[in-house]
């Protein structure tokens, strides 16, 4: 990490034992014709496991605090007059919400499942995204194969995180190359998973003020599909490409497009959302065939 500048962090977090970091790069390539004059990036997920991984962050944020200060210096702005009040729905202490948290800190939650199985035999699992904006990036168990060697475990259900598998961490990689990791496993006869037991509807808290503030995310026939990034609902643990499945305990499942906008707009000051990977709810109501792994 070293060869990071600090301003080219974006995002930090601890989880236990687990650290990460999302940190921007430049792109060494000359641009397409089309992008000259754009400045093109790709982020770097860095995932570490350390015993210090919350000193780890608590030093980076240090670091962040102290740099912010000297600009405020450079920049004849004395820092303790700075950050003093607080904006309506700015992030601070119990303005924070995401459910992940809940049960990625529970060690309950997190274990390993050792799973038996013949040799040239698949897992048995569905897996779908679980949507940007998540506090880690994994794959969700969406579907288990009836009789497979994931369902005969007992240990797994619909909605578990898959970190790691026989060791190898999955956190943060995209969906295609976790279910390529999970086919190279197929001669095995012992798998071992790592994951995090949730449940597969996640509850989004944002806190609103007034009706007037934006809440920072667009949805299009139910789904999430795009998110303000740092916003209050991003804060309080909205996700993309997430279904909508109840707002403030009002079920929206068949509920027209212009009635979600509606409710979502009226409500406040807390607006608590319930919702699902769009892929798991399609699954789970049969308007798509599963492709088990």
Not at 45 to 57: G, M, N, R
Not at 65 to 81: K, T
Not at 163 to 168: F, P, Q, S
Not at 222 to 249: D, P
Request: with cysteine; charged share 20%; net charge neutral.
């Amino acid at each position: 990490m070293m060869d990071h500048a600090l301003q080219t962090i974006s995002y930090i977090a601890d989880i236990g034992s687990v650290l990460v970091i999302m940190a921007r790069r430049r792109l060494a390539r000359r641009p397409a014709p089309e992008a000259q004059g754009r400045r093109l990036y790709k982020m770097i997920c860095h995932v570490f496991h350390s015993e210090d991984a919350q000193l780890i962050a608590q030093a980076i944020g240090q670091a962040f605090s102290a740099a912010y200060s000297q600009f405020l210096r450079e920049s004849g702005v004395d820092p303790s007059r700075v950050g003093t009040q607080q904006s309506p729905g700015a992030a601070g202490p119990g303005h924070l919400h995401n459910g992940d948290l809940d049960h990625f800190s529970n060690s309950d939650n997190c274990r390993e499942v050792v799973l038996e199985k013949r040799k040239g035999e698949g897992l048995g699992v569905a897996l779908v995204e679980s949507g940007w904006g998540s506090l880690l990036p994994t794959a969700v168990i969406a579907s288990l194969l009836l009789g497979g060697p994931a369902e005969r475990s007992g240990a797994l259900s619909i909605g578990d995180r898959l970190t790691a598998i026989n060791g190898t961490s999955l956190v943060g990689l995209p969906l295609a190359t976790v279910q390529a990791a999970i086919r190279e496993v197929k001669s095995q006869v012992l798998v071992t998973l790592s994951i995090v037991h949730c449940p597969p509807v996640t509850t989004a808290i944002i806190r609103r003020p007034h009706a007037r503030e934006q809440l920072g995310f667009c949805v299009e026939d139910g789904i999430i599909c795009s998110l303000l990034r740092g916003g209050i609902a991003e804060r309080g643990g909205v996700r993309v490409g997430h279904r909508i499945i109840e707002i403030n305990g009002h079920s929206v499942v068949a509920t027209p497009h212009a009635r979600v906008i509606e409710l979502l707009t009226e409500a406040h000051p807390e607006v608590h959302i319930k919702t699902m990977p769009a892929a798991t709810y399609r699954l789970l109501t049969g308007q798509e065939q599963p492709v088990y792994l």
